[in-house]
C-alpha cells in the first residue's frame, strides 16, 4: 500500500518511519525540495499546492492521502479528494485553519473556551475587547502557529498598536486564559470508527512554541482524563473523523478549556515513538488505511524536549541512560525544530534526566 503525504517536514518524515516496518511505502509533496526533511526518507514530489499537473504527479497510484501541514489550501485537498482518499477529513482540517470556526464548534460541542470575537476593523476590536475583557490576545484567524501571528493586549491603549500589527487580514480576539498548565490529548479514530486515547500530556511553551511535554501528566485524576476524553471523542464523532487528532487544552482551577485543534500528528506526543505504546504515528497510519489501532499505553513516564534553532552536543545526550534522540536533518536557523529527545523510564529516572539535559537542551535553544 503506498501512501501519500502533503508537507515534507519532520512529521512526514516521522510517518513514514513508522510505517516502513509495516511494510507500507510513501511519496511526499512539498513546495520546497530543499527543505522537506521527509525527502531524506520517502519519494519526493515538488510544486505548488495550486499546480494540478504537480499534485497528479503525485497522486498517481497513491492508495490513500494524508497530511502533516496544517496550511494546505483547502481546494488542493477538494481537488485530490475527488481521486484518492483523503484522511483526515478536510472539512476538519478547514475548521482547524480558521480560529472563529475552531471556537464556534467546540462551543457547539460544549466544550468551554475562552471568550472570543471576530475583529475586521479596529471599531470592532474597541467594541470586542468590552466583550471579551482584558488582558485579550487578537490573533489572524488563519495561518498561525507556534506563536506567530498574534499580538497581546494588556489595556487599552495597546489595540491600536495590536491591530496595525496584524491588520489587513480576518482577526479574532480572545480573553487571555489564567490557566494553571497546559493540556493536549491525543486520540486516533479509524475508518471502522475504532477509537484510542493517549494519556493526558502536560505542555510548556516558550514565546508561543512548545519546549517540553511530559506523558502520562502528572497530578491528573481519572476524572479530568474523562472529561478531557469526553471532549474529544465528541470532536471524533462530529468530523466523522478517521486519523489522530489532537485537542490542546488550558486546565484552569480544574476546569479544561480548548484552546487549539490538530488535525494531524502533533508534537506533544513525540515521546510515544520511544515510551513503549504504539506510537501517535503509527496508529495513525493504522487508522487512514482500515487496520486495527494499536495500544497507546506506554509502559512508564516520558518526557520530551524539542531542540530549537541550535543543537546541544548530541554525543553527549546519546551517551545517557533512557534518551534517545532524533534529528530532523534540518539546517539549523532561529526558531527552526531540527530534533527532539525523549527521556524514558519510571519518574525518578525521566526527573533525573532532565536536570542534566535540560540545561544542555536550553543552552542551545534558539527562539524567533
Not at 510544486?47 to 501541514?69: M, N
Not at 498598536?161 to 480576518?170: D, E, I, K
Not at 531540527?338 to 527521556?343: E, R
Request: hydrophobic fraction near 45%.
Amino acid at each position: 500500500m503506498k501512501i501519500g503525504i502533503l508537507g515534507g517536514g519532520q512529521l512526514g518524515r516521522m510517518l513514514a518511519l513508522a510505517g516502513y516496518p509495516l511494510g507500507l511505502r510513501f511519496r511526499v509533496f512539498d513546495p520546497q525540495p530543499d527543505a522537506a526533511a521527509a525527502g531524506h526518507v520517502a519519494e519526493l514530489v515538488t510544486g505548488r499546492y495550486e499546480d494540478r499537473a504537480a499534485l497528479e504527479r503525485f497522486a498517481a497510484g497513491l492508495d490513500v492521502i494524508t497530511y502533516e501541514f496544517e496550511n494546505v489550501p483547502a481546494a488542493t485537498l477538494e481537488y485530490l479528494a475527488a481521486r484518492v482518499p483523503v484522511y483526515p477529513p478536510p472539512r476538519a482540517l478547514a475548521c482547524s485553519q480558521d480560529r472563529l470556526s475552531e471556537k464556534t464548534t467546540f462551543r457547539k460541542l460544549d466544550i468551554p473556551t475562552a471568550e472570543f470575537a471576530p475583529v475586521d476593523s479596529l471599531a470592532d476590536l474597541t467594541s470586542a475587547l468590552h466583550q471579551v475583557g482584558l488582558p485579550a490576545i487578537l490573533k489572524t484567524r488563519h495561518g498561525g502557529y507556534d506563536g506567530l501571528g498574534q499580538a497581546s493586549i494588556n489595556s487599552a491603549a495597546d489595540a491600536e498598536t495590536a491591530y496595525a500589527a496584524l491588520a489587513g487580514r480576518p482577526l479574532v480576539v480572545e480573553s487571555r486564559v489564567p490557566f494553571d498548565r497546559e493540556i493536549s490529548v491525543l486520540a486516533a479514530r479509524s475508518r471502522s470508527g475504532e477509537t484510542v486515547v493517549y494519556p493526558l500530556v502536560e505542555n510548556w511553551h516558550e514565546r508561543g512554541v512548545l519546549i517540553r511535554s511530559v506523558a502520562p501528566a502528572p497530578n491528573t485524576t481519572e476524572d479530568l482524563r474523562g472529561r478531557a476524553t469526553r471532549k474529544i471523542e465528541r470532536l471524533l464523532h462530529a468530523f466523522d473523523y478517521v486519523g489522530l487528532l489532537t485537542l490542546e487544552m488550558f486546565e484552569v482551577r480544574g476546569d479544561l478549556w480548548a484552546n487549539e485543534l490538530a488535525t494531524r500528528v502533533h508534537n506533544s506526543g513525540h515521546w510515544s515513538i520511544d515510551a513503549g505504546g504504539t506510537s501517535q504515528f503509527e496508529n495513525h497510519l493504522r487508522a487512514i488505511v482500515g487496520w486495527p489501532l494499536g495500544d497507546p499505553r506506554p509502559r512508564g513516564t516520558a518526557a520530551m524536549l524539542n531542540l530549537i534553532g541550535g543543537l546541544p552536543p548530541v554525543t553527549a545526550l546519546l551517551a545517557m541512560r533512557g534518551v534517545r534522540v532524533h534529528l530532523y536533518g534540518k539546517q539549523p536557523r532561529p526558531g527552526r525544530k531540527l530534533g527532539h529527545v525523549t527521556v524514558c523510564g519510571v519518574d525518578e529516572e525521566v526527573a533525573a534526566g532532565l536536570r542534566v539535559i535540560e540545561p544542555l537542551v536550553a543552552a542551545a535553544r534558539v527562539l524567533r
